[in-house]
C-alpha cells in the first residue's frame, strides 16, 4: 500500500515574517520615520512604542522592525535625518568674525526651531532626553559631536569645549521655556527681539575672558 500523498507546500513566495513584500511602496520608510517623529513629539520616548508607530504609519510592526530594528534605532534615525539638514548647514557658523559668532550661533539655532520641518524631532528630543538616557545619548551625538565642536574648533581660547556647551545650555534652556513650556511673554515674544537679548550672552561665554 502506498504511503498516502504529503500535504502541498506552502506558497513558496510567502515572506518571513518582518521581510516587506515586493510590492512595498518606495516611500514606506519615510512614513515610518514621519510618524515616529511625531509619536516621539508627542509621548516622549518612553511611553512610545514601536507597535504605536507602526499603526499611526499604517504598517505592521515586523516592518519597522525590518527596516530599523529596536525602538532606540528608530529614535535615532528618525531625529538624525530630520535634523540632518540643519547639521549641515551650521558649517556656515565659521564664517566671519569670532566677536559675532555669538549672534550666527543664536540665529542659527532658533531658525531650526523657528522651522516646522526641524522642530518636531527636536521637541521629542528634548521631552525624551530629559527622562532616558538613550535619547540623551542621540541628543549629545547631535548636539556635542556635531554642531559644539565646530564652534570650538573656531574658538583660540582656553576651555573651548565648555565655553561652546555653555552658550548651548544658555540656547537650550531658552528654547525649553519658549517652544516646550510656552512661558509667556517669551512663548510669543517676537523672534527678533528674543535673539537680540540671548545673543549677547552666548557671544559672552564664547569669547569673554
Known amino acids: 500500500m502506498s504511503e498516502p500523498p504529503l500535504p502541498a507546500a ?16 518606495a516611500d514606506t520608510r519615510d512614513r515610518i520615520l514621519t510618524a515616529a517623529r511625531e509619536e516621539f513629539s508627542e509621548r516622549g520616548y518612553e511611553k512610545t512604542s514601536v507597535r504605536g508607530i ?27 535625518v530630520a535634523f540632518a539638514p540643519a547639521l549641515d548647514a551650521s558649517g556656515t ?23 516646522p520641518t526641524t522642530r518636531t524631532p527636536l521637541l521629542a528630543i528634548l521631552r525624551s532626553a530629559v527622562t532616558n538616557e538613550t535619547a540623551a545619548a542621540v541628543f549629545r551625538r547631535l548636539v556635542a559631536g556635531q554642531l559644539l565642536r565646530r564652534i570650538a574648533a573656531q574658538l583660540d581660547l582656553p576651555d573651548a569645549e565648555l565655553r561652546a556647551e555653555l552658550a548651548a545650555a544658555q540656547l537650550v534652556g531658552t528654547a525649553m521655556m519658549r ?16 535673539i537680540a537679548r ?4 552666548a557671544q559672552g561665554h564664547l569669547t569673554n575672558p
Do not use: C, M, N
Not at 506552502?10 to 511602496?25: I, Q, V, Y
Not at 504609519?57 to 532606540?72: C, I, N, P, Q, R
Open 10 to 25: 506552502k506558497e513558496t513566495g510567502a515572506r518571513r515574517r518582518g521581510r516587506p513584500p515586493r510590492t512595498e511602496s
Open 93 to 115: 557658523l565659521a564664517d566671519g568674525p569670532p566677536d559675532g559668532v555669538g549672534e550666527r550661533l543664536t540665529r542659527f539655532f532658533f531658525g531650526v526651531w523657528d522651522d
Open 54 to 80: 507602526a499603526k499611526a504609519a499604517g504598517v505592521d510592526s515586523a516592518l519597522v522592525h525590518h527596516y530599523f530594528g529596536t525602538k532606540e534605532q528608530v529614535f535615532e534615525a528618525a531625529i538624525e
Open 179 to 194: 517652544y516646550v513650556i510656552k512661558l509667556e511673554p517669551l512663548a510669543s515674544a517676537d523672534l527678533e527681539q528674543v
Open 198 to 201: 540671548v545673543a549677547p550672552v
